[in-house]
Structure formats: C-alpha cells, structure tokens
Nanobody, 128 residues
Framework: QVQLVESGGGLVQAGGSLRLSCVGS????????MGWFRQAPGKEREFVAT????????KYADSVKGRFTISRDNAKNTAYLQMNSLKPVDTAVYYC?????????????????????WGQGTQVTVSS
C-alpha cells in the first residue's frame, strides 16, 4: 500500500504562483506514473498533469498548458506541481495519484481507475 500526502495549497491572488508537493511512501515510488487532478465544487474530478516514472514524459490539460509544470524527484519520493499565472477558475481541491502497476500513461487515466492510489487533497483558492 502506498500513501500519498499533498501539501502547498493555499489562498493566492490571480496571477500568483503556488507549488504543490506530493510525498509518497514506499521504496517503489520511483516506478509509478504520477499525476495531478483537481475537483472544483459541484464538478467532477479532472486531469491536470501526468508524469512518467522517470520524468521524461509529461502531459497537461489544455487549460493549464504553459502555466503549470509537473516534475518529480524520485530520491525524495516527491512529485511537484508548479502553478504560475493562476486564475480564479483554477480554484479546486488538488489531488495527486500514483498507478500501482504502470510507470507511464499513454493517455491520462480516468479518475475511476481502481489501480490508482490517491492523496487526501490540498485546497487551492485563487481570488480575483
């Protein structure tokens, strides 16, 4: 079993930046594909960004492309989401996820995928 713990959320003004972190337990963290997802009030959880086990392959939702950057440091069992030029529409609870079987996602996984581990989420609020 892998545990994921997110941190770094908070309140920021539009145009500002935040960096989210996701720390994972276990010695196999470096083998997992990782991703960031978000869920706004009244909406379904949606894909934001994914990264392969070795950090070589990344994918982004169109809504965040050019503003957000996903990265990972396997030596620290940590994945990051750097968020710049934040907008009020980015307000949501942000979750990190890891795949217990795959090190690479050709396409972003669906949120109902039973092979995903999830963190508890961290709130990001962007004021106008």
């Amino acid at each position: 079993q892998v545990q994921l713990v997110e941190s770094g959320g908070g309140l920021v003004q539009a145009g500002g930046s935040l960096r989210l972190s996701c720390v994972g337990s276990g010695r196999t963290f470096s083998t997992y594909a990782m991703g960031w997802f978000r869920q706004a009030p009244g909406k379904e959880r949606e894909f934001v960004a994914t990264i392969s086990w070795n950090g070589v392959s990344t994918k982004y939702a169109d809504s965040v492309k050019g503003r957000f950057t996903i990265s990972r440091d396997n030596a620290k069992n940590t994945a990051y989401l750097q968020m710049n030029s934040l907008k009020p529409v980015d307000t949501a609870v942000y979750y990190c996820a890891a795949d217990r079987h795959l090190g690479y996602w050709p396409t972003p996984p669906t949120t109902g995928n039973p092979d995903l581990y999830w963190g508890q989420g961290t709130q990001v609020t962007v004021s106008s």
